[in-house]
């Protein structure tokens, strides 16, 4: 029994032997493609810089006055060269001091055809007074970082979009108007609001929210960079960004942290601040975060703010760099919907 055991033994695994060999002759074999890879440009520091530069070059953005008009026509030139679709979205306010303010946002689209959209924002106009300095406090700022820099950041990354492989998603930039002619009770008599305004902040992104550029507009989140050009500055977790947008919170960060930028992009909780982001959420439900350096101990934005030190000076190619190449990471690594 042991023999025809080992017989019937032999001839199995010889019939098994056969057998897998006719499989593996007849077999084609299909070898696992790798996985993709993304490749996410470079964002250039020297280039958004010269952006920054040029808006400062030309005068305080204050409405209603020539370099405000200039700046905005710029801005318009230069994403319609990359390759975007422009829109101009122009209405008029009137600030806390009575003075009639001509405003308009500015909107840019690529891949309009996308049905997945990022927003990324800014805003564009500058303080037409210098309310926390001690000398000339009637003037117009420079608004080098707080207005010049978010543009700056998001002009480069429009001309990346237009010079690369895009990400596969659509992305949307808007330079909002009228951000920066608020009524500051810690400096100025509180003026009651009127006309339908929630605050004197933030008028441009009060009126897209309730006017949308296109008829109701969404997109997946929203990213929106404030004062993004400080030396050393310090982005701590927004208040109302950890609010209404916790994951996305998490995607920025982490994303800095894995580039390295932790340094800027600090893991603590910071003030809530009235900013674009809050009526973008209001008003159109798009989870969207601030970028913006505080101080979590008096909510504070630096000793630069709304004064004269907000200059060239001030602005770091470094933290530009930081900061844009953030921003392309998170939308290059963002997931493409198969139907899309």
Not at 286 to 306: E, K, L, Q, R, Y
Request: overall charge negative; aromatic content about 12%; charged content about 25%.
């Amino acid at each position: 029994m042991k023999s025809l055991h080992g017989l019937v033994v032999i001839a199995f695994l010889a019939g098994t032997f056969l057998s897998c060999s006719a499989s593996k002759e007849n077999k084609v074999e299909t070898p696992t493609p790798p996985a993709q890879q993304v490749v996410v440009p470079l964002f250039n520091k020297d280039s958004a810089y010269a952006f920054v530069k040029y808006q400062v070059d030309l005068g305080p953005r204050v409405p209603s006055t020539p370099p405000h008009a200039e700046a905005g026509d710029w801005m318009v030139e230069k994403l319609a060269s990359y390759g975007a679709k422009v829109q101009e979205q122009t209405f008029e306010a009137t600030s806390f001091d009575g003075v009639k303010m001509y405003l308009r946002n500015i909107i840019a689209t690529f891949d309009p055809e996308k049905s997945k959209r990022i927003l990324l924002g800014a805003h564009w106009d500058t303080r037409p007074f210098a309310d926390k300095d001690d000398e000339r406090k009637d003037e117009a700022i420079d608004g080098a970082n707080d207005g010049a820099s978010g543009v700056g950041v998001l002009l480069e990354v429009a001309r990346i979009l237009s010079t690369n492989p895009k990400p596969g998603i659509g992305i949307d930039i808007i330079f909002f108007d009228g951000e920066d002619w608020g009524n500051d009770v810690s400096f100025q008599k509180p003026v009651p609001l009127r006309d339908g305004w929630e605050s004197w902040w933030c008028m441009g992104s009060q009126y897209w929210g309730k006017n949308p550029h296109q008829p109701n507009y969404s997109a997946y989140y929203g990213i929106l960079l404030d004062m993004v050009g400080g030396k050393d500055a310090k982005f701590f977790v927004e208040g109302y960004s950890k609010q209404f947008a916790p994951s996305i919170v998490d995607k920025v960060w982490d994303t800095a942290s894995q580039l390295g930028y932790s340094n800027y992009f600090i893991r603590r909780d910071g003030g809530a601040i009235t900013d674009d982001h809050y009526f973008v959420n209001k008003y159109r439900n798009i989870p969207m975060i601030d970028i913006i350096p505080t101080d979590p101990i008096d909510n504070s934005f630096g000793a630069f703010h709304h004064t004269h030190d907000d200059n060239m000076d001030l602005i770091s190619k470094e933290t530009l760099h930081a900061v844009g190449q953030t921003v392309l990471h998170v939308i290059y690594n963002e997931e493409v919907p198969l139907a899309n």
